[in-house]
């Protein structure tokens, strides 16, 4: 497979890929992108430039650790989400497509040109953190995680685009927040883990190569939920709002505990597939 044009590589990436993947031509593209360290673009551009050894064997090697279902963000290291292309290690979970609800609804509740406080809690990568920062300048956002290693690749991707107004913390939910003189936030967003233990879906596809820890909550995937949604009243100002990710099957869950919670005007909103997706609520007192 020596001096393939790129052409060549791509059609026998995509002819392997297809076994596994509806994506294998986006994914090849991707991985040989990677490789040769230059845009996607460039793939379209120059089709008949050739590989040279090392890039051949890189490029045959990344395929093969994809077809053992290595997750692609894994593989180069990077996923794009909203605006921005976020770096991406196996220490946290990677950024989905349908977290940008979240992203979107959280933005309609924050004043573009005024101050604002906001809470993320599990900020993972920064994904959340990083896309209201960039669309906010104004606004300041506290990005909590219990993983220090979490932490680092997300102060990496807010140091990439220059973001200063995000302060990130350690800490599980709310716990270092309760030990101090804490702020109260005009918007809490969180996509906690809401995988229930022994879900089959954690055997499948690019969750089997992510933390645990980020994934599931219990039997029924709402032990996280629980706690940020009863807890999250205290740390809201008047007229606050809490909006959380969740599986597609728990929205009546989900806003049967913002009730509980003394929130007002519930609702649970669906990704583009149509399946539910995020729950919001509103702090009135």
């Given amino acids: 497979m020596s001096h393939l044009s790129l052409k060549q590589a791509l059609q026998w990436a995509i002819g392997v890929l297809t076994t596994q993947e509806d994506s294998a031509c986006l994914e090849a593209e991707l991985l040989l992108a990677h490789v040769l360290q230059k845009p996607r673009s460039y793939l379209f551009t120059w089709p008949e430039k050739t590989l040279d050894d ?6 045959q090697t990344l395929v093969a650790q994809r077809l053992q279902g290595r997750p692609i963000a894994h593989l180069i290291g990077k996923r794009e989400f909203w605006t921005l292309e976020l770096s991406v290690t196996p220490d946290t979970l990677i950024p989905r497509p349908e977290t940008e609800l979240l992203v979107e609804l959280a933005l309609e509740r924050i004043p573009p040109n005024q101050t604002c406080n906001i809470l993320d809690l ?14 906010r ?3 300041q ?14 102060k990496l991707n807010a140091e990439r685009y220059q973001l200063t107004n995000i302060q990130f913390i350690q800490s599980n939910w709310f716990t270092n927040l309760a030990n101090t003189a804490h702020p109260v936030f005009d918007v809490i967003v969180s996509n906690p883990p809401y995988i229930a233990e022994g879900d089959q879906h954690l055997k499948q596809g690019d969750v089997r190569f992510e933390p645990l820890t980020a994934l599931t909550a219990g039997h029924d995937g709402l032990n996280d939920l629980r706690v940020i949604v009863q807890q999250a ?9 809490l909006l959380v990710e969740h599986g597609y099957d728990q929205g009546l869950a989900v806003r049967q505990l913002f009730a509980q919670a003394g929130f007002t005007a ?15 609520g509103h702090v009135l007192d």
């Fill in 141 to 154: 956002i506290m990005a909590i995680d219990q993983s220090l290693s979490a932490l680092q690749i997300a």
């Fill in 122 to 135: 599990g900020t993972g990568t920064g994904a959340i953190a990083l896309a209201l920062a960039s669309e």
């Fill in 233 to 241: 009243p205290d740390y809201l100002t008047k007229q606050g709002w």
């Fill in 266 to 280: 519930i609702a649970t909103k669906q990704d583009l597939a149509g399946h539910d997706r995020v729950t919001l």
């Fill in 54 to 59: 090392a890039q051949n064997n890189a490029f």
């Fill in 137 to 139: 300048p104004q606004a």
